[in-house]
DNA sequence: GATGAATGAGTATTCATTCAT
DNA sequence: TATGAATGAATACTCATTCAT
């Protein structure tokens, strides 16, 4: 009988979301336990019956949404300078993922636990691209004085910086604009 | 008898500069006032004398070093790709600042007051530097077909996209590395 | 198992009964949320948890006094004239009631929602009046002529405004003067 | 030479003037020295030089109303009972007097010295009126059995409780109702 | 596991008053 | 006398977390 464990998954899973939604909207620190127990419908007891902490929510809610809205490159059967254009032209739809990880830099900046924690699902994630892009630089024959782990910070460098600028409101280009910048340089990449 | 005034104004400075210093080290949210005005042998009194908020406090830190720490492109009689080549090169002189501006980001977040004085200060600065990346792609014949615009957007995004990351713990690329990866992207943008 | 709604109860009863005589011995103003937790041996985290302000607290103090202090007339089967004359002259048995109505005064001026709070039960109570001394007007054979709710208020004015001058320790009248002034007024109302 | 005097007079009676609209605007407890600073274009400062305190305004400024709002009956030649009628009728304008008396209850209640001091001024008033009322007991032939102290006490206390009820922004008679009131209670004291 | 009352340290901010200039 | 910067104690209220039931 799996059922009570399913119920806790369930249960969990619906904490992360709720967390998320909360964190996106008012900004981790401004979002109480209770808050969240009240959105939830649970009690504050629950909440800790499945999350050591509030920080450890925060950390959740991140692991979760990286892996959803972030898919890797070239997953589509597309090459790198093609993915890379098209992550860039639809980059509004991860508005909320963005703030997300902006909560999570400042938070993680505080609080030693969530430094660690963060750094070691994302660097574990980095990894797993590092690997994936230099397949690419291979597979693709990419000019191998290009430093594919650079690429990579670059990419992931520039979303984030979005997410700052968007939590000041600062105007962005149009996504027509902002997916051809991100095809000239690819193309300067990866060779023409 | 300027002296008052004089004093008044070194006294602002000094405030800015703790503040900076503590925001840097311990996150915005971690530092109290009575924190910054142990710091200073100020009262707290004589801090609000100064700043209406905390929020203000951290406000005129992020403009104070918005100014002093990253200076406009080709003021050294550089070209663009050189400039921020080298930019890039010395990316790690710029921690703090980048550090400053993530908390700016959580707090804009947060409160609605901080938000619209950041994108005041900052919206102010990005239009100054549009201009002077117009008269860049004229000057030195880049493309029209680049949106200069948002290279600029691009090239912002990236130093705060570093300083996300930086509070992740997580490990950037070296220098040089980093330099390198300037200069083939602007190659590019610029028409080698 | 009513047993801790019955605990609830009476910690917020014993609550109400401190903040009462703290209220009235040193003023609304002049008492803090602390020294009501010293008082009563809880924490402020606990008085918040019953109630949502300090306003709060003096208005149910409030409440609670002017159940218990202040009887309807004619009670006790005397006729008004009489009630009212044993009212008078017993008027110093109500100061501290007296004194908590000026700090519930002083604190409604200031704090919009007080000021709804006490108007909504005090009017309410009030209504209740009226309608009695209708009654009384008839059952009595009261001259018609006669403003019973205008009576009303002129009741409660005047006990009430006894409290503003005892705030000034301004000497008032003997008991026994005060019921016979009470007595000849309502003489002259009731008719003989 | 008395410029220098007269300056400092009128410097003092704005002063009182401006405190007195905060006081009964705002209430005494929300009004600091620094918005009667800026009301009055002074400085704190100069406020300090004409007062010892906050609360001697208070003070001040019930005292200079208490003279201005409330005149002695029987000054316009009419009778002592067509007097108060006239009095009652007409409480409304008296509604800022009673609001700055309220305040100036509860501050008395919090504040030792405001207490006497506020004692000392009414008290002494009172013993003017009491003399007024002995000399009216005998020129209008009004019962000597009436305790004419315990009359103006209840004259007294009834307009302050109005003052409370006001701030409670509990309804009050028609001043036509309530002076007929007055009228006929008043009748039954001097003898119809 | 769940509950939700209790904990109690912690925070930003205010304000009457003073005093060097 | 006037100034207004500085004082620094004081306050209401919040909130992550715990734990007896």
Request: glycine share 10%.
């Given at each position: 009988m799996t059922a009570p464990l399913e119920k806790t998954r369930a249960t969990r899973a619906a904490l992360v979301e709720s967390a998320t939604a909360l964190f996106v909207e008012k900004g981790y620190g401004a979002v109480s336990v209770r808050d969240l127990a009240r959105r939830t419908q649970m009690t504050s007891g629950a909440i800790y019956g499945q999350f050591r902490n509030k920080a450890d929510l925060l950390v959740a809610a991140i692991v979760e949404h990286i892996s959803l809205d972030l898919e890797q490159p070239s997953r589509q059967g597309s090459d790198f300078r093609t993915a890379i254009t098209r992550q860039w032209r639809t980059y509004r739809s991860r508005a909320g993922m963005r703030a997300l990880l902006v909560e999570g830099a400042a938070a993680a900046r505080v609080d030693e636990e969530v430094r660690s924690q963060l750094n070691e699902?994302?660097?574990?994630?980095?990894a797993d691209w590092k690997r994936i892009y230099h397949d690419i630089q291979e597979q693709e024959g990419i000019d191998?004085?290009?430093?594919?782990?650079?690429?990579?910070?670059?990419?992931?460098?520039?979303?984030?910086?979005?997410?700052?600028?968007?939590?000041?409101d600062v105007e962005l280009p149009k996504p027509g604009v902002w997916?051809?910048?991100?095809?000239?340089?690819?193309?300067?990449?990866?060779?023409q």
């Open positions: 699902v994302l660097s574990a994630r980095i191998p004085d290009v430093d594919m782990d650079a690429v990579l910070i670059m990419l992931w460098a520039t979303e984030l910086g979005l997410g700052v600028l968007e939590s000041w997916g051809q910048l991100a095809d000239r340089i690819l193309a300067s990449l990866v060779g």
